[in-house]
Nanobody, 123 residues
């Protein structure tokens, strides 16, 4: 399995931006489809975005489409999530996840997870 470590979370005002990173190690990063998920207090973990192993195709939750951008740098074994126009309802712990095969919105399909990074958006 691949090991994942997220970073880049923090406190930001509404309307601001953050870029999350997810550093991968262990197995060949470029062979994995990757996803970002988030979990707010008292809520289930929800899909944010996913990207194919090549980076050629991306998928987004409707509520984040146009504000968030997922990308990856396979040479650096790193996944990114650029978050713009942040809202208080974006406050959550953000997790990156990896899976072999195709990218998917299905949380249960992902095999490896990071420990998460906290994002807090103040109003």
């Amino acid at each position: 399995q691949v090991q994942l470590v997220e970073s880049g979370g923090g406190l930001v005002q509404a309307g601001g931006s953050l870029r999350l990173s997810c550093a991968a190690s262990g197995r060949t990063f470029s062979s994995y489809a990757m996803g970002w998920f988030r979990q707010a207090p008292g809520k289930e973990r929800e899909f944010v975005a996913a990207i194919t192993w090549s980076g050629g195709t991306t998928y987004y939750s409707d509520s984040m489409k146009g504000r968030f951008t997922i990308s990856r740098d396979n040479a650096k074994n790193t996944l990114y999530l650029q978050m713009n126009s942040l809202k208080p309802e974006d406050t959550a712990i953000y997790y990156c996840a990896a899976k072999q095969g195709i990218a998917t919105r299905n949380r249960s399909a992902y095999e490896s997870w990071g420990q998460g990074t906290q994002v807090t958006v103040s109003s």
